[in-house]
């Protein structure tokens, strides 16, 4: 049995939707289950609630009683438009939350709706599963005021019209995974609903409503490219979801759990790191119990294959919020592959063992000054003793980069501090000077980086958190924090969730850089017209009150110049990153392509999945920054020559812009 719901998609604000310009009807479900329930829609108890349910009254009124005026609102020519073959659908792979078509196939939101309104049209628009709150005002509706609505015309297009974003409808459960469903889930925005209002729906012990509830939060929040709200709102709601309703919903949940893992292998793995995220927030409310046992058959897998890649990183992800002995008692005694190593320092100078090493007797000297308070002169005169592996004893030229003085400095600071993030950051903050004169050159910036993985490699988290610090405070910059998570060292870390996180956090920081120095120049170039538009009164100081003012516009012109320059040399800057990343992602890429083609083997690897999905996350997660530096990318890196694989990510995301 097909459920309809009428919707109105709103106009204006997301916390206020006055106007109401543009509806439609449209059929929310297909088969037994919700599919497309977006949170921007107004449903019919919200509508009620903001006293619009003259529009939701109107709707089925017009379906009663006026059919052919219905019928020409689905006219020829939208039919045409929406059966058109030749209409492009070259973005969906990339908003797809699942690669495969079963066990339910990925439509696009159109084709959906469209369909099932040629459902309805076929049923001669009778649909008798909504709720009609306004049978009890009919005798006063008969006798109001009729009105005729003036035609509207759709505006044209513009070059800087902002247009909804394409969806992909996701589904999770069919007819087989619960009861018959005979009325409609309403769920309106989650901002104006609590969990507990959520659950008092009037139909509730007619429809399995929990299947419905848990199918749509997880649909938002794998909504590409984002979810319409930050991960840990739906994360909080359905915490509060299982403890209003202990006895059933957990059941659901777990169920909708084991399905999501079981589809792990054809789901995209920008989806796949929120579940993961949602799922170690999940357990650690409620004690992390869970029946690992159930999820066994990964062990037996390749480590780099999506089920035992998950429960690695869920546990990584726990572990955050735990303790690391917390997790080893948590899981079974056959899960130690993938129980993430203790989280402690790698200190290669650690004890007399270590001796042999050619920066060991520099590091007991700079760790006993450290220790005495020596300043960074003097600490800087002892790393000038530093014996150079990259310097020839007879080479009498300039001194070239030194990796070993790196090597001791930083290896011994960072165990110094390794008790907490806060020492941590105050020995960087304290030895920042010392760590600049270190980094000034790119090989330095890179050797940095390699040194913090070296020493926290058990600690993904310290990692991250200490290339955010240094980023700040310009130790290093973002294009060496790409290359370096590109480079042959991190070769082995590449499908790592932390490394993507790392990526994307120092690509955000790029951007606010940007947006920073351009809102100053805004600011001054505003600032600089209204000084200009004021006029002196009149006065006998007229004369000196308009020699200031110009010595005030000239300050703020000299200002806006060093700001122009600013923003120009931080947007060369944020393109290179850009250039960079997408440089590597390339050849990557390229190199697995021709290895595979060399040895006749399938391209369609566990890694090549990864790679290339991330290659897509990039694009989508920051496309609007993108967008800019179009041309180039298409000048070059992503010309015809390109192989088709890689250039079809690339096409994807141009045909999302159109």
């Known amino acids: 049995m097909n459920i309809f719901c009428f919707v109105l998609v709103k106009s204006g604000t997301h916390k206020e939707p006055c106007a109401l310009s543009i509806w439609t009807s449209a059929l929310c479900v297909r088969g037994h289950f919700m599919s497309f329930i977006p949170t921007s829609l107004l449903l019919c108890t919200f509508l009620i609630k903001c006293k619009k349910i003259y529009m939701y009254t109107f709707f089925f009124k017009m379906m009663e009683k006026s059919l052919t005026l219905l019928s020409k609102i689905f ?104 009861p018959e469903i005979r009325y409609p889930l309403f769920v309106p925005h989650w901002g104006n609903l609590h969990a507990a209002q959520l659950l008092s729906y009037p139909g509730k012990n007619k429809i399995p409503l929990n299947y419905h509830i848990v199918e749509v939060i997880f649909g938002e929040l794998f909504q590409l490219p984002s979810p319409p709200h930050i991960d840990v709102m739906y994360t909080s709601l359905l915490i509060e979801l299982c403890k209003l309703q202990p006895g059933s919903l957990p059941q659901v949940l777990a169920q909708a759990t084991e399905m999501l893992y079981m589809r792990l292998d054809t789901m995209n793995t920008t989806c796949i790191d929120r579940l993961i995220n949602w799922f170690s927030h999940h357990l650690s409310n409620f004690q992390f119990r869970w029946s690992w046992d159930d999820w066994a058959d990964c062990l037996t897998l390749d480590l780099e294959k999506p089920k035992p890649k998950f429960v690695k990183e869920v546990l990584e992800k726990c572990m955050r919020l735990s303790y690391h002995q917390r997790i080893v008692e948590i899981v079974p005694p056959t899960f130690a592959a993938l129980i993430p190593a203790e989280p ?109 993985y070296q020493a926290w490699k058990n600690h993904p988290q310290m990692i991250a958190v200490l290339v955010d610090k240094m980023i700040r405070t310009q130790i290093v910059d973002c294009a060496a924090v790409a290359n370096w998570l590109f480079s042959q060292d991190m070769a082995h870390e590449f499908t790592r969730l932390y490394i993507w996180e790392i990526l994307h956090s120092t690509i955000r920081k790029m951007n606010k850089h940007v947006q920073k120095i351009q809102k100053e120049l805004e ?21 000196d009150m308009e020699k200031n003012s110009e010595d005030e516009e000239g300050q703020l012109e000299e200002q806006i110049d060093r700001l122009q320059e600013k923003v120009e040399s931080a947007q060369s800057e944020q393109k290179n990153l850009f250039l960079v990343i997408f440089q590597r992602f390339i050849m990557l ?70």
């Open 589 to 658: 890429l390229t190199e697995h392509l021709v290895r595979c083609e060399t040895g006749s083997v399938n391209v369609s690897t566990p890694w090549y999945k990864n790679c290339v999905e991330r290659l897509q996350q990039i694009f989508l997660m920051h496309h609007v920054t993108i967008q800019q530096y179009m041309g180039t990318l298409e000048n070059l890196l992503f010309t015809a020559e390109l192989d088709h694989h890689i250039l079809a990510v690339y096409q994807q995301f141009c045909a999302l812009q159109l």
């Open 75 to 178: 006219s020829r020519k939208v039919s045409l438009f929406l059966l058109n073959k030749r209409r492009s659908k070259t973005h969906l792979p990339m908003l797809q939350v699942w690669t495969a078509e079963k066990p339910h196939p990925q439509e696009e939101y159109l084709d959906c709706l469209w369909a099932q309104i040629q459902k309805l049209k076929k049923d001669r628009w009778q649909e008798r599963h909504i709720l009609r709150p306004y049978i009890a005002f009919d005798s006063v509706l008969c006798e109001a005021l009729q009105h005729n609505l003036p035609p509207f015309t759709p505006p044209g297009h513009m070059p800087d019209a902002e247009y909804p974003m394409p969806r992909v409808i996701f589904r999770m459960f069919d007819y087989t995974d619960a």
């Open 523 to 543: 600011e001054a170039k505003d600032k600089l017209e209204k000084q200009q538009n004021k006029r002196p009164r009149d006065s006998g100081d007229e004369e």
């Open 344 to 452: 402690v320092f790698i200190y290669k100078y650690a004890d007399e063992s270590a001796s042999l090493l050619p920066g060991y007797a520099m590091s007991v000297t700079v760790c006993n000054a450290i220790k005495n308070r020596a300043s960074n002169e003097e600490i800087l005169t002892i790393l000038k003793d530093v014996p150079n592996p990259n310097q020839d004893d007879d080479d009498d030229e300039g001194e070239s980069f030194n990796p070993l003085k790196v090597d001791v400095f930083l290896q011994t600071l960072l165990h110094l501090a390794a008790k907490s993030f806060s020492h941590s950051f105050s020995a960087l903050g304290k030895f920042h000077e010392i760590l600049k004169n270190l980094t000034e050159s790119d090989e330095g910036k890179l050797h940095i980086l390699k040194v913090v």
